[in-house]
């Protein structure tokens, strides 16, 4: 997201810009993108004539503004050219001398003749203004102009979204059309796409999430900005400047090439035998620029009960594996896509930096990012956790990878310790871990598709599954 928001800002064309519509009544002018703060009524001004202010922020080279507007009372109106007048500041992004130079641009058109653009590109931005009306019914304007969230019936919530759903414009386009398909992918697509849905499926997730999202895509849609590399919608913005995207690409790579924080407490470094703060200037922070989290690549090897082994993508719900402590059964899988992720390359293993493996039978456990053998490698595919059947010894929740110990979800340790690096409020609790697996959606085999993890905004730690 700081990504994103510092290319729009270095892409920029034009501030404070400004849209006037001016019109003759009785014609109504309105536009279509629900209720904003920042937009109020037509004023009247000389000779019988309204006008229309539309703030539009920011102006970014090489993605157009497309303002959707509704317009009433044009069957009996005699006069029906409607004038428009852009007003901005030019950028200064590269020097602070002088103040920004102001500009504007006029021009005007008859409301009952036909526009250029295609029924493909009506559809979606009909589409999204509907889209945006729906989710700011969801909030409340306030006299001090905050925008707050409203006590809604989430079950008619919900039924309007699927009534939406039957009638968007944009559905009959979204074979053939990109930007129509991208936007039905955030309404209603297969997990990890279909947020917009999934936010309002739950009260919890509205309440713990969906509020701020929303809110936060309404804003992408409204200015038609790229703002995060997750939602499909919202990607198709600035997908035609050369200069978005090279500086998203220029950013991008110098964010994860930026060290790690340095650890919070010691770990126990096996080479020098005793309590220290181990070194990490290797690993990328270009881990925190992703939307996933753990744990092992695709095509990992589980060794089961038998002691044959099987890649971890075929380990299914009731499979028996080899632990520490016997054979147990699988439980649940956890399926989570990555593009560009950076996973930990020990011998033939390949695992998250951070997910705890043991190299020496289970006596220790380590980070593979503290591993002085690991190698950081790009990944692109899904990485797999494993969760195994209830069970009150944390010896017995783990699995045989490759030829190392690896750690499996819900193991029992929830307090964190300077000895065991396992200990995990959210990763160790079986009965929170299961719960938001299947929250997920499991399919016949126990596999659940992620879309990553939240994270307290204060610690930085795990607390949910997306």
Not at 34 to 62: I, K, M
Not at 121 to 147: G, N, P, V, Y
Not at 177 to 198: K, R, S
Request: aromatic letters at 8%; glycine letters at 8%; charged letters at 20%.
């Amino acid at each position: 997201v700081f990504n994103h928001a510092v290319a729009n800002l270095q892409s920029t064309y034009a501030t404070q810009a400004t849209l006037r519509l001016t019109y003759v009544p009785p014609l109504v002018v309105k536009e279509a993108m629900g209720p904003r703060v920042d937009v109020g009524a037509a004023v009247q001004r000389a000779g019988g004539l309204e006008e229309l202010s539309l703030p539009l922020g920011n102006l970014q080279y090489g993605q157009s503004r497309d303002v959707f507007l509704k317009v009433d009372k044009l069957r009996g109106a005699k006069v029906t050219m409607m004038s428009a007048s852009l007003h901005y500041k030019r950028a200064n992004i590269v020097s602070s001398q002088g103040a920004p130079e102001a500009a504007s641009f006029e021009s005007s058109a008859d409301l009952t003749q036909p526009g250029q653009l295609s029924e493909a590109e009506i559809a979606f931005h009909e589409s999204r203004a509907q889209l945006c009306t729906f989710i700011l019914s969801m909030f409340q304007l306030k006299k001090d102009l905050e925008c707050t969230q409203r006590n809604v019936a989430l079950a008619g919530k919900q039924q309007e979204l699927k009534s939406l759903i039957d009638k968007i414009p944009a559905a009959a386009f979204s074979k053939t059309d990109e930007d129509n398909e991208a936007l039905m992918e955030d309404i209603c697509g297969e997990d990890p796409a279909g947020q917009v849905q999934l936010a309002i499926s739950q009260s919890a997730y509205l309440e713990r999430w969906g509020y701020h999202y929303l809110l936060s895509y309404v804003n992408a849609h409204t200015r038609q900005i790229c703002n995060s590399f997750k939602d499909p919608g919202p990607q198709r913005y600035g997908i035609s400047s050369p200069l978005f995207k090279r500086c998203l690409a220029q950013l991008d790579e110098k964010f994860d090439k930026l060290p790690p924080p340095k650890p919070s407490r010691q770990v126990w470094n096996r080479q020098l035998g005793k309590s220290s703060f181990v070194s990490s200037a290797s690993i990328s922070i270009s881990k925190y620029n992703r939307s996933s989290a753990p744990c092992f690549a695709g095509s990992t090897a589980v060794e089961l009960a038998s002691g044959r082994r099987v890649s971890i993508k075929r380990v299914r719900r009731g499979m028996r594996v080899r632990t520490p402590l016997g054979p147990r059964r699988v439980a649940l899988v956890l399926k989570t896509p990555v593009e560009q992720g950076v996973l930990c390359r020990i011998g033939s293993l390949l695992v998250t930096p951070w997910h705890p493996i043991s190299l020496d039978g289970g006596k220790t456990w380590d980070f593979p990012a503290n591993v002085e053998a690991g190698r950081l490698v790009r990944y692109t595919g899904a990485v797999y956790s494993v969760m195994l059947e209830r069970d009150a010894r944390t010896a017995s929740h783990a699995i045989r990878v490759e030829d190392a110990w690896g750690v499996t979800l819900g193991h029992g340790m929830t307090a964190t310790c300077d000895e065991d690096i396992r200990g995990h409020a959210f990763w160790g609790d079986w009965a929170r871990v299961s719960k938001e697996v299947m929250r997920l959606g499991v399919s016949r085999g126990g596999v659940a598709v992620g879309a990553g993890v939240e994270r307290d905004p204060e610690t930085g730690l795990v607390t949910a599954l997306k």
